[in-house]
């Protein structure tokens, strides 16, 4: 029985993983610069964390959760995203009680049981933040933005900036009562879940991915015109802060996004290379004026988006965006018979506390296997210790790039490696 990973997760395998780090360090390293600090919460959740916030209408919520009861009879939900949990932690720890702003970002594993597919997995890596305690256009603008330099930062291209208002409270109360109008009409028409998303949240309609290529969505009324004039005006200071700082970017009026919590301003950053990644959103997000208030907590807002990890990888991979990861060692000891072996063993690890990624055959004795071992690791120097050398107390050395080979002391090879 040879078994199999879990349908729809990943295995991160040696050059595979070493990507996978690459892009962790590199937008931490941006996303610091914008004065995040890392926030590490459990995979594990109470599930309400996550009905209360998502809603219960959201297809994450009611078909994606792994939910299971725990030995103690509690109702546990792997995280699905970031933001509920980050909430969760920001008023159990009353972060709000410091006199600022909290930026925090996150990175780790998320689960949802959709149906896999290119760039879609039931076990994917979310990079997120969120920044609890302002509500101005100002930070909206400045939080998107720092997503846009991280696509600079990995160097990613054809991305698209789409961005929306949902509006406030009483934007979307009268928004929900137009579009229970509207598709009052269509009922026979929607699927089971729209049906009854139409007396408890029309919005999730328009999210629905069975129904939503239907001709009728596209006349559907647009919460444009329902926005208030307060909702009006603070959307385009937010879209004036981008022209400012060079962002370019497309209102796209029927993007509601598939999570209850948001208000006013919904973005994704969309993928419009011409390939089937076409029309992916890479990095997605918004503001959420009421979730720290319905969790219990005080009336403060929050902002934030999370980037799929899977995404972003395999959009490097195919531009060609990764440098050459050298994952291999910079010294192999190959040594010729058993004591010479013990020796080798000594010496790697005088090296390796001097920094060099040294590996030792732990097995052969021969030559040949042991070359081949050194040329998979793309070792930089080779030393070989046979009898010879261990009566001399001397190696021999080779340089692979300058194919040079040497026998030198042993005492000397400290100064031989920063020589060469
Ligand atoms: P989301 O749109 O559900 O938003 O997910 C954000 C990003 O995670 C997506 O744009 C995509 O890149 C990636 N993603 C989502 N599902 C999958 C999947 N099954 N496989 C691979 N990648 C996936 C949220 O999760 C919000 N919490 C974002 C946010 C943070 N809003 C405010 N703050």
Known sequence: MIYQKVKGMLDYIENEADKFRYIEKCVTDEIKKHG??????????????????????????????????????????????????????????????????????YFGPMFRYERPQAGRYRQFYQFGVEAFGDSSPLLDGDLIYSGYK???????????????????????????????????????????????????????????????????????????????????????????????????????????????????????????????????????????????????????????????????????DRQNLFPALDSGADIVIIALDELSKEHSLYLANILRNRGYRTEIDYYHTTLKPQFRFAERLNALFIIIIGEEERINKSITIKNTKRKTQETIKEEKLLDYLKEH
């Open 36 to 105: 995040f600090r890392e926030i590490i919460t459990p995979i594990l959740e109470n599930t309400e964390v996550f009905v209360h916030s998502v809603g219960d209408e959201s297809d994450i919520v009611t078909k994606e959760m792994y939910t299971f009861f725990d030995k103690g009879n509690r109702s546990l939900t792997l995280r699905p995203e970031g933001t509920a949990p980050v909430a969760r932690s920001y008023i159990e720890n009353k972060l709000y009680s410091r006199p600022s702003l909290t930026k925090l970002y």
């Open 150 to 316: 991280i696509f600079e930062r990995l160097g990613i291209k054809d991305i698209v900036l789409k961005i929306n208002s949902i509006g406030d409270f009483l934007s979307r109360e009268a928004y929900a009562i137009k579009l229970r109008q509207y598709f009052f009409s269509y009922r026979d028409r929607l699927c089971e879940d729209c049906q009854r998303r139409l007396e408890k949240n029309p919005l999730r309609i328009l999210d629905c991915k069975v129904d939503r290529n239907q001709p009728y969505f596209r006349t559907a009324p647009k919460i444009s015109d329902s926005l208030t004039p307060a909702s009006r005006a603070y959307f385009q200071k937010a879209l004036d802060y981008l022209t400012l700082l060079g962002v370019s970017y497309e209102i796209d009026y029927n993007l509601v996004r598939g999570l209850d919590y948001y208000t006013e301003i919904v973005f994704e950053y969309i993928y419009q290379g011409d390939d089937d990644f076409k029309g992916l959103a890479i990095c997605a997000g918004g503001k959420y004026s009421n979730l720290i208030s319905d969790f219990g907590g005080p009336d403060i807002p929050g902002i934030g988006y999370a980037f799929g990890l899977e995404r972003i990888m395999a959009l490097m």
